[in-house]
């Protein structure tokens, strides 16, 4: 059974550190092989996983070490610009969500898989599943469901948990 991830990477990224806060653990980063383990280790063929996220123009070397380190974990990244707007300071992520939906869709149709793994906790991707399930094909959803739009759980054909494997998944270092 062919399958291929979708990582919503900030989305992920923000849940993680809600997490790891609530736990008191100011480590909140996660180890990316053992994410791969837990979504493929029962499949007969793994065929891609895609990371999607954004730099901003100045990317720091701790951020750009860490998309090299995904990227030689055998990942596809797909980055994209974080916009600025004039009313807040803050920056965000445009064209991610979209990417995702395109993507996931064309491989479903170019029957390039048997089950899609998203992992996001966002509701707005519940369209995506239900489309992707009327070409023929599965979705597992992976995320921490006490996160984890309730839509998108009865969505899903199948939901990866991963607060009981919290403990094995949090970045031990090096």
């Not at 653990?25 to 996220?53: C, M, S």
């Not at 991610?96 to 707005?124: C, F, G, K, Q, R």
């Not at 199948?158 to 403990?167: K, M, T, Y």
Request: aromatic residues 12%.
């Amino acid at each position: 059974m062919k399958r291929i991830a979708f990582i919503d990477g900030s989305n992920l990224f923000w849940a993680i550190r809600e997490v790891s806060r609530q736990k008191n653990d100011l480590e909140y980063r996660l180890d990316y092989t053992q994410l791969k383990t837990l979504l493929f280790h029962n499949t007969d063929e793994v065929a891609r996983v895609y990371y999607y996220g954004a730099l901003p123009d100045d990317a720091s070397d701790a951020q750009l070490k860490y998309i090299q380190k995904l990227r030689y974990l055998g990942f596809k990244i797909r980055l994209f610009p974080l916009k600025k707007y004039p009313d807040n300071t803050n920056a965000r992520e445009k064209g991610v969500d979209v990417s995702i939906a395109m993507d996931m869709l064309e491989l479903a149709y170019n029957n390039a898989y048997d089950t899609a793994v998203l992992v996001s906790h966002d509701e707005d991707f519940c369209e995506l599943v239900e489309r992707v399930q009327r070409i023929g094909k599965s979705v597992d959803v992976c995320g921490f469901v006490d996160r984890m739009s309730q839509r998108l759980i009865e969505a899903a054909d199948r939901v990866i948990n991963l607060v009981p494997v919290w403990d094995v998944l949090k970045w031990k270092g090096s």
